[in-house]
C-alpha cells in the first residue's frame, strides 16, 4: 500500500527534511527524483568507507551467503577475528558487541555500576559531563547532558555527578570527600554536544585521577572514533588509554554494530550471566568490523582523514574566518564544527536544496562528518557548495 506521505506509518520521532534517499556511490547519495549530492555526514559518522565501497560490499555478500546470524550460544570466530583486531588497535584486552552505540555505552555504565559493587560500593556513582551526548535509553540519556533531550522521561536514573569540561579543578571539587565515585565517562571529542574536544592535558589529567583514585576511564568513542580523526581513536592523541571503551557507528560502515572495549582493570567485571544481546556479535556485523578495518588499514584512511580534515578546515577558515557571524571552526581530522554566533538550523535544509548533507547541532553549530575515503577534490565540492549559504545566512539572519 502506498500513500502519499512517506513517514505515514512511522512514529513521529524525526523531523525528517523533504528528501527520499535512492542510493549511494562513494561521497555521494541520490535521492529518488534523480538528484545528487554530496554526503558531507555520511549517515552521521557511520558510512566510514562511503557508499557502495567496491570491497566491503562483495566480502558482505559472500558473508550473507555463509551465514548472517547464529547466536551465541555457540563460539563465532568473526568475534574472535574482530575482537583481536580491536585489542590490537587499542592496547586493551577484550571486547563485547552488541548494536549500536547507545547499547554500548549501556553495557559500560553496567561495568560501573558492577565494579563499585565488588568493590563494596552499594550507590556508585560516575562522572559524567555537560553537553555530553550517550544515547536515549534510560540510563544514557541520564548520562547525557542535555536537558531537551531528557524532558518528559524521568525519573531519571541516578547515580551520576555532572562536571564541566576540561576543568580539573571542578572535577576534584564534585567529587572530593566521595567514596561513591567509580569511573569517569566522556567523549574525547562531543558530537552532539557541538565538536567539544576534551584537551590533551585534561585527557591526561583524568587519566591520573582515575589512576590514583581507582576509578575507572570511559571514553565514548561512538562518534569520534573508528579512524575519524586521523588515529584509531580520538583519545589516542593524548597519548592515554582507557578502561573501558564503547565504539558503534563507523565501525560496520553501515551495517549495525557496537562495541565495549575493556583493558585489564575492567575485563574481568562481567561474568557468565551479567550481560548479553540475541544480535550482538552476529556473524554479518563482525564480518562489516573486520572488512571496515582491513580497508581502511589498506587504504590509508587514517592518514587520508588527518590529509583531506586539515584541508578542509584550512578551507574554511581562509574563506569563512573574516565573515562577521563566523566563530571558530573544531574538531579533528574529518570531524569538522564550524560555530556560527546564531542558531543556524535552516542551513541543513539550504545545504540540502544546493546538493550537500550535512547537519547542524548544539544549535549553532554546522557538523561535517564525511566519510574517510573523501578526498581533496570532493572536499573542495563541499567548501564550493558550503561557503556561499554560510555567508548569506551570516548576512540576513540576525545574530542571537
Ligand atoms: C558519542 C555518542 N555516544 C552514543 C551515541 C548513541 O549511539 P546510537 O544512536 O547508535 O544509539 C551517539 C549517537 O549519536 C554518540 O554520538
Known amino acids: 500500500m502506498s500513500t502519499a506521505d512517506p513517514a505515514a506509518h512511522l512514529m513521529n520521532t524525526y523531523g525528517r527534511l523533504p528528501m527520499t534517499v535512492s542510493h549511494g556511490q562513494g561521497v555521494y547519495v541520490w535521492d529518488t527524483s534523480g538528484k545528487r549530492y554530496v554526503d558531507a555526514l555520511a549517515g552521521i559518522a557511520v558510512n566510514t568507507l562511503g557508499h557502495n565501497h567496491p570491497k566491503l560490499v562483495p566480502a558482505l555478500q559472500d558473508q550473507v551467503s555463509k551465514i548472517m546470524h547464529s547466536c551465541n550460544y555457540y563460539h563465532i570466530p568473526l568475534q574472535q577475528q574482530l575482537a583481536d583486531k580491536l585489542v590490537e588497535l587499542s592496547g586493551m584486552s577484550n571486547v563485547f558487541f552488541c548494536n549500536s552505540g547507545l547499547e554500548a555505552n549501556e553495557a559500560a555504565l553496567k561495568m560501573a555500576r558492577k565494579f563499585g559493587h565488588d568493590k563494596g560500593i552499594e550507590k556508585p556513582e560516575i562522572v559524567v559531563y555537560d553537553k555530553a551526548f550517550h544515547g536515549r535509553s534510560i540510563a544514557t540519556l541520564s548520562a547525557t547532558g542535555n536537558a531537551k533531550i531528557q524532558q518528559g522521561f524521568g525519573p531519571l536514573v541516578e547515580g551520576f555527578i555532572r562536571v564541566p569540561m576540561n576543568d580539573i579543578a571542578a572535577i576534584e571539587k564534585a567529587t572530593a570527600h566521595n567514596p561513591n565515585v567509580v569511573a569517569v565517562f566522556f567523549e574525547t571529542i562531543q558530537g552532539e554536544g557541538g565538536i567539544n574536544p576534551m584537551s590533551a592535558d585534561y585527557l591526561r589529567a583524568i587519566r591520573k585521577l582515575c589512576d590514583e ?19 584509531w581513536f580520538a583519545h589516542q592523541w593524548a597519548g592515554i588509554h582507557a578502561d573501558v571503551m564503547p565504539l558503534a557507528k563507523g565501525l560496520g560502515s553501515g551495517v549495525p554494530i557496537g562495541a565495549v572495549v575493556a ?31 582491513r580497508i581502511m588499514e589498506e587504504d590509508g584512511l587514517l592518514e587520508n582523514a588527518s590529509r583531506v580534515g586539515a584541508y578542509l578546515k584550512n578551507a574554511f577558515q581562509r574563506e569563512l574566518g573574516h565573515v562577521l557571524g563566523f566563530k571558530e571552526i573544531r574538531g579533528n581530522g574529518l570531524m569538522i564544527g564550524i560555530d556560527l554566533d546564531r542558531p543556524c538550523g535552516p542551513l541543513m535544509g539550504q545545504a540540502l536544496q544546493a546538493g550537500l548533507l550535512l547537519s547542524v547541532t548544539a544549535d549553532s553549530v554546522i557538523r561535517l562528518l564525511p566519510a574517510l575515503t573523501m578526498n581533496e577534490s570532493e572536499a573542495d565540492e563541499v567548501v564550493a557548495l558550503l561557503v556561499p549559504l554560510v555567508k548569506e545566512f551570516l548576512a540576513t539572519s540576525a545574530k542571537a
Open 213 to 231: 583514585r581507582d576509578w575507572l576511564l570511559m571514553i565514548d568513542e561512538v562518534q569520534c572514533g573508528i579512524g575519524r580523526t586521523g588515529k
Open 263 to 293: 583493558g585489564p582493570k575492567a575485563a574481568g567485571i562481567f561474568q557468565p550471566g551479567n550481560h548479553g544481546t540475541t544480535f550482538g556479535g552476529n556473524p554479518l556485523a563482525m564480518r562489516a568490523g573486520v572488512e571496515t578495518i
